[in-house]
């Protein structure tokens, strides 16, 4: 089955800096990779997320690279906020069972 | 309308009570899903709805009942809870149960046994 491996647990940046959170995933069929936003008291809202057809996907202040040779993939973002603070989840798909894989989380705190 | 609607947002039950949990979402989502979440952790998987038909329980306790009434509604039902089922449970939908499908989730209910 899938298993993915995130990193860091825990990061701070300076507002206006720019932040970076790793995945690892160890499935070489999996084509999909959502990245997940928690903030306190609500659920995971969707981000971004990139399929294995593409290498980079923007969104703003958001990206996310994909590099399936190495099989991991990491979120980017610059000119980090306040509101920006909050835990990220990578996940990828486990097409053994149909069910999508978390990583640990990141707890992302921005300094202002 | 994109959204995932669930009630209560909070819930405190003691060990003998019966509740239940609702979820809602308007997306035309055929697939819907209960995880639940502890504290620093990520979202644990419980039940999966496809075409409000059950098609994987994770081993759940039978103190969990999952309902889906229609294709817009799911339901948890509790009873007989433990202090350790104390956490927050999220409703989740997809356009299919395919893994690979853009998962929505709801702002969770969080619940307290006492």
């Known amino acids: 089955g899938e298993n993915v491996e995130q990193h860091p647990s825990t990061l701070s940046v300076q507002e206006g800096d720019s932040a970076v959170i790793k995945c690892t995933y160890s499935d070489s069929a999996s084509n999909y990779f959502p990245w997940y936003k928690q903030e306190l008291g609500k659920g995971p809202q969707l981000i971004i997320d990139i399929r294995s057809n593409v290498g980079e996907k923007k969104d703003q202040r958001i990206a996310v690279t994909l590099n399936k040779t190495a099989k991991h993939f990491s979120l980017h973002i610059t000119e980090t906020q306040p509101e920006d603070s909050a835990v990220y989840f990578c996940a990828a798909p486990n097409f053994g069972n149909e069910k999508l894989t978390f990583g640990t989380g990141t707890r992302l705190t921005i300094i202002p | 309308d994109t959204e995932v609607t669930q009630t209560p947002k909070h819930l405190v039950m003691g060990m003998t009570n019966k509740k239940s949990l609702k979820c809602e979402q308007h997306?035309?989502?055929?697939?819907m899903y209960w995880y639940k979440q502890k504290a620093k952790k990520p979202p644990e998987l419980m039940f999966v709805y496809s075409y409000e038909k059950l098609s994987i329980n994770e081993s759940v306790p039978s103190r969990f009942s999952p309902e889906c009434p229609n294709s817009s509604l799911l339901n948890l039902h509790l009873h007989a809870l433990q202090p350790e089922d104390s956490a927050l449970y999220l409703c989740?939908?997809?356009?299919?149960?395919?893994?690979?499908?853009?998962?929505?989730f709801g702002s969770g209910t969080q619940l307290s046994v006492l």
């Open positions: 989740a939908s997809s356009l299919q149960t395919a893994a690979n499908e853009k998962l929505f």
């Open positions: 997306m035309g989502h055929r697939a």
